[in-house]
């Protein structure tokens, strides 16, 4: 079974603060790992993911990810935090034998940014 | 074009009582997703439509969830009776094609409070 654990549930940063959320996972097989991140009264919008080509993955507004299979790690950085980006992110494995799409997420990191 | 639309967006009901959420995935995503996430918890999947059929059903807790997807569009969710467990936010999502590169697209959930 896959699982994915990201540490603290909250991280406050202020604002051109280097970003940093954690994420590891535990899968069995080679895995696809993502980050999504959720808006207030919005929907799960994805950020990246890693789908076994290049292990440093960038996405959009600037966030980066690079898979880690030594440490089975997937941490999410952004090198100046904006006011903007505070939100709730979560990170999320997948089993490409069994489902692309049938995601297993972390419990989530809500992210503060002050001024 | 449209995103995926769920209503309602909040439910406040008494346990025992009934509750059906509903989804609109985008216009031609025959793939429709149902996640779910308990208070402060990680979210997990429920179950998976191809069309108007059931993929996969595993992630669902117990027989008093009814999923359904009439005519392959949208899709509802009932909860009969619900319980005190059931609050969380349910998601739902859609794709195009379930693999390779396609992400799913998520919509904004809909809160239900059983009291």
């Known amino acids: 079974a896959q699982s994915v654990t990201q540490l603290g549930s909250h991280v406050s940063v202020s604002e051109g603060a280097l970003v940093l959320l954690r994420c590891n996972y535990s899968?069995?097989?080679?895995?696809?790992l993502f980050w999504y991140v959720q808006y207030p009264n919005q929907g799960l919008q994805l950020l990246l993911k890693?789908?076994?080509?290049?292990?440093l993955v960038k996405g959009i507004n600037d966030f980066e990810a690079e898979f880690k299979k030594s440490e089975t790690s997937f941490h999410l950085t952004k090198p100046s935090a904006h006011m903007s980006d505070a939100a709730e992110y979560f990170c999320?494995?997948?089993?490409?034998?069994?489902?692309?799409?049938?995601?297993?997420f972390g419990t989530g990191t809500r992210l503060l940014v002050s001024p | 074009e449209a995103g995926v639309t769920q209503f309602p967006s909040h439910s406040v009901i008494e346990k025992g009582q009934t509750v059906t959420l509903r989804c609109d995935p985008i216009?031609?995503?025959?793939?429709l997703y149902w996640y779910r996430r308990v208070m402060g918890k990680e979210i997990k999947f429920l179950l998976h439509?191809?069309?108007?059929?059931?993929?996969?059903e595993s992630g669902m807790p117990n027989n008093r969830f009814l999923a359904e997807r009439t005519g392959g569009t949208y899709s509802t969710l009932k909860v009969q009776p619900a319980e005190l467990e059931d609050s969380g936010v349910y998601f739902c999502?859609?794709?195009?094609?379930?693999?390779?590169?396609?992400?799913?697209?998520f919509g904004a959930g809909s809160r239900l409070t059983v009291l």
């Open positions: 999502a859609s794709s195009q094609v379930a693999s390779g590169a396609n992400v799913l697209t």
């Open positions: 899968s069995s097989v080679p895995p696809y």
């Open positions: 890693y789908t076994s080509a290049a292990t």
């Open positions: 999320a494995v997948s089993d490409p034998n069994t489902g692309f799409q049938k995601l297993v």
């Open positions: 216009s031609g995503h025959d793939n």
């Open positions: 439509f191809v069309k108007e059929s059931k993929q996969d």
